[in-house]
């Protein structure tokens, strides 16, 4: 299957710094990728989606001043956390689509766990 | 009511049981179904992707989608210890739209 890699797997960082995640389809091109966010014993919850040359689309609820989005190219797409928080600790997750197959399975990076102290 | 709905488990089951595991969902329009699977600390790894009612089998997992009754099953046959992970059901509505996730069950595989 198609790989989408993410990196950092895990970042601590504290109050009031800010950090960038990076989500990179490796084997494929992707124009729109996919930023989740899940708590323990929760559900992976969407955040926004993120489309190449444009700005994101966020979720209602999402600070889009916080979470900033940019998808440079059509194989990346970061989230940075910007002034983090304790309560903005969670598993971030990132996926992305074959470009032009939208219409077939996501497929998810390995997740970024952060934790702000 | 959230539109997906999926018992949280854990689920404990001894090597080589049947296991099944169940979403039920309010949205009618919901037409694709996945399951992922996902262990701790890692991203999701699709298994079984399904489109509309009927079945749909992969080795020893069968996906069962009975929409009369938005109802979603995922059948594991001969389970094994490292099937131990939490299983997450997913729908969308059309091709294009983005995917809606129960919170998980987690299955628990002893030897």
């Known amino acids: 299957g198609a790989v989408v890699s993410q990196h950092p797997s895990r970042v601590i960082c504290k109050s009031g710094t800010s950090v960038k995640i990076e989500c990179r389809s490796l084997?494929?091109?992707?124009?729109?990728m996919f930023w989740y966010r899940q708590f323990p014993k929760q559900s992976l919850m969407l955040m926004a989606t993120?489309?190449?040359?444009?700005?994101?689309?966020?979720e209602q609820g999402v600070e889009k001043d916080k979470f900033l989005i940019n998808h440079a190219s059509l194989t990346l797409s970061t989230l940075t956390v910007t002034s983090a928080h304790p309560e903005d600790s969670s598993f971030y997750i990132c996926?992305?689509?074959?470009?032009?197959?939208?219409?077939?399975?996501?497929?998810f990076g390995q997740g970024t766990r952060l934790t702000v102290v | 009511q959230k539109e997906v709905e999926q018992d949280p488990g854990p689920l404990s089951v001894p090597e080589g049981a049947i296991v099944s595991l169940n979403c039920t969902y309010s949205?009618?329009?919901?037409?694709?179904f996945m399951w992922y699977r996902q262990y701790s600390r890692k991203g999701p790894e699709l298994l079984m992707y399904?489109?509309?009612?009927g079945n749909k089998e992969d080795g020893r997992f069968t996906a069962q989608v009975d929409k009369s009754s938005k109802y979603i099953s995922l059948f594991i046959r001969d389970s094994q210890p490292s099937d131990s992970a939490t299983y997450l059901c997913?729908?969308?509505?059309?091709?294009?739209?983005?995917?809606?996730f129960g919170k998980g069950t987690m299955l628990l595989v002893s030897p």
């Open positions: 996926s992305a689509t074959p470009m032009g197959r939208l219409d077939t399975e996501a497929f």
């Open positions: 084997d494929f091109q992707a124009t729109t």
């Open positions: 993120s489309n190449e040359g444009s700005k994101a689309t966020y």
């Open positions: 399904t489109y509309s009612s």
């Open positions: 997913a729908m969308k509505t059309g091709g294009y739209s983005t995917l809606t």
């Open positions: 949205n009618s329009a919901f037409q694709y």
